[in-house]
């Protein structure tokens, strides 16, 4: 593996992610932000949070999947909610869960997780976006 994963002494342990990650590898692989679109490009999970962050992440980890990458190589994921107030949060984990459930792993690299007015397309509530390293 390129990435280590490491929570160090004298900061917070966050349960649904690490806060540094240690990339060896040579290979960078960059995943555009990604939002609930299915393979069609229709919109999936209309007002709901959970199901939108649920497909992103999916869409993240197809997209990592093309190139040779799972989640276990992200080394950086930033988070993009419309509209993000503290008490979405559980909204939030649970589309992370249920997207762990259907990809076999939990994405738990250092993750920024930004409050923004509005995305691309009025339906969308979310956007992830990754970084992966490869050593191979």
């Keep these: 593996m390129a990435i280590t994963l490491i929570d160090p002494e004298g900061l917070p342990e ?3 992610y690490r806060q540094v ?3 060896t590898g040579s290979r960078l692989v960059f995943v555009a932000g ?3 679109w299915d393979t069609d490009g229709r919109t999936v999970g209309a007002g709901d949070l959970a199901v939108q962050v649920e ?3 999916v869409n993240v980890g197809t997209a990592l999947a093309a ?3 799972s989640f276990a190589d992200v080394a950086k994921l930033n988070v993009h909610v419309v509209d993000w107030t503290p008490d979405l949060m559980p909204r939030l984990l649970a589309g992370i869960d249920r997207a762990a459930e259907r990809l076999g792993s939990r994405p ?3 993750a920024t997780l930004l409050g923004v007015a509005a995305l691309d397309v009025p339906e969308h509530l979310v956007e992830v976006e990754a ?3 490869l050593d191979r």
């Design 55 to 57: 497909q992103a992440y």
């Design 14 to 16: 966050v349960p649904v």
């Design 34 to 36: 990604q939002v609930a």
């Design 67 to 69: 190139a040779g990458a």
């Design 131 to 133: 970084v992966a390293v």
């Design 21 to 23: 990650s240690v990339a």
């Design 108 to 110: 738990m690299a250092p």
